[in-house]
């Protein structure tokens, strides 16, 4: 079992930054992929961004130029640094993580989500 936990949401200006982390602990086998979605009241929840354990990355066209997922694979942890945020990103942030055990069963985690919030 993983758990994953995210830090750094808050409240911020438009046009300023944050930086969210997410730490993975528990059971870890092999997780090949970390990342963010972001929930806003009323919407679906939509992809962010995401890292895989090779270093591709893929991002939400909306954050591209603005939004940058980085990974320590050695710590389990991800990061998104958000820049020029606008009050349309505003949202619930959710970090999440794909693993794959030894027995080749893929599993997905979720943390408990950390809010963003922009102000114009």
């Known amino acids: 079992q993983v758990q994953l936990v995210e830090s750094g949401g808050g409240l911020v200006q438009a046009g300023g930054s944050l930086r969210l982390s997410c730490a993975a602990s528990g059971t870890i086998f092999s997780i090949n992929a970390m990342g963010w979605y972001r929930q806003a009241p009323g919407k679906q929840r939509e992809l962010v961004a995401i890292i895989t354990s090779a270093g591709s990355t893929n991002y939400a066209d909306s954050v591209k130029g603005r939004f940058t997922i980085s990974r320590d694979g050695a710590k389990n942890t991800v990061h998104l640094q958000v820049n020029s945020l606008k009050p349309e990103d505003t949202a619930v942030f959710y970090c999440?993580?794909?693993?794959?055990?030894?027995w080749g069963h893929g599993y997905e985690y979720w943390g408990q989500g950390t809010q963003v919030t922009v102000s114009s």
């Open positions: 999440y993580a794909h693993e794959i055990n030894p």
